[in-house]
């Protein structure tokens, strides 16, 4: 499938902070604070010399688009790897192509296509390791018909978000995972 006309129908990451009104803060503060390591240089090297380029189906509301994508950009930076934003709930019909488990409209979704629009790989939702914290949490919540289990859910996303932003592990996780795949 040739995705060009998708990677120019997107926003730039400009564009998409911008509009942001969920988790502009913790978004803005993750890319602020999440370095490159230096030793990495030589592998965003090499990335620049793949021409990459991603198309990001994403929605703001979305805790795990706040944890990778101001990580991703800071690679894409790095790699000379133009991005392009596309909201999930508006570009279905692309979404619908890249399902989690061919099941769910997970996101963010990072598509990576070369210089003709093909795709070449993607990533996301999440990286292994967060994931396993997402099915530890979601274990420990009570049964879908217990009269609590709204409540704990809302508490246990807060706690998810607050972690997102703030433990350092899991930027590394994401990071790593992301590296892998672009290398």
């Known amino acids: 499938m040739n995705l060009e006309n998708w990677f120019n129908k997107g ?10 009104q969920t ?3 913790d978004f803005i503060y993750i890319y602020e604070n999440f370095p490159i390591p230096v030793e990495d240089e030589p592998v965003f090297e090499k990335v620049q ?3 990459l380029r991603a198309i990001v189906l994403t929605e703001d509301w979305c805790g795990d688009a706040m944890l990778n994508l101001p990580i991703f950009l800071k690679m894409a930076e790095h790699g000379h790897i ?10 279905l019909e692309l979404m619908d192509q890249y399902l989690t488990n061919g099941q769910s409209r997970s996101i963010p979704k990072i598509i990576f296509i070369d210089t003709k629009g093909d795709e070449v790989g993607t990533w996301g939702p999440r990286a292994p390791e ?4 997402i099915d530890d949490s979601m274990a420990n919540l009570p ?3 217990d009269e609590d289990f709204n409540e704990k ?11 997102y932003r703030d433990n350092r ?11 892998e795949k672009i290398s």
């Open 49 to 51: 010399n793949k021409k």
């Open 153 to 163: 859910r809302k508490e246990m996303l807060t706690f998810i978000t607050k972690a």
């Open 143 to 145: 049964n879908h018909n």
């Open 169 to 179: 592990d899991f930027w590394a996780c994401v990071y790593k995972d992301l590296k």
């Open 23 to 25: 988790h502009q803060k």
């Open 130 to 133: 967060i994931q396993a914290f």
């Open 11 to 20: 926003m730039t990451a400009q564009t998409y902070v911008d509009h942001m």
């Open 82 to 91: 133009p991005v392009h934003f596309l909201l999930r709930d508006e570009n």
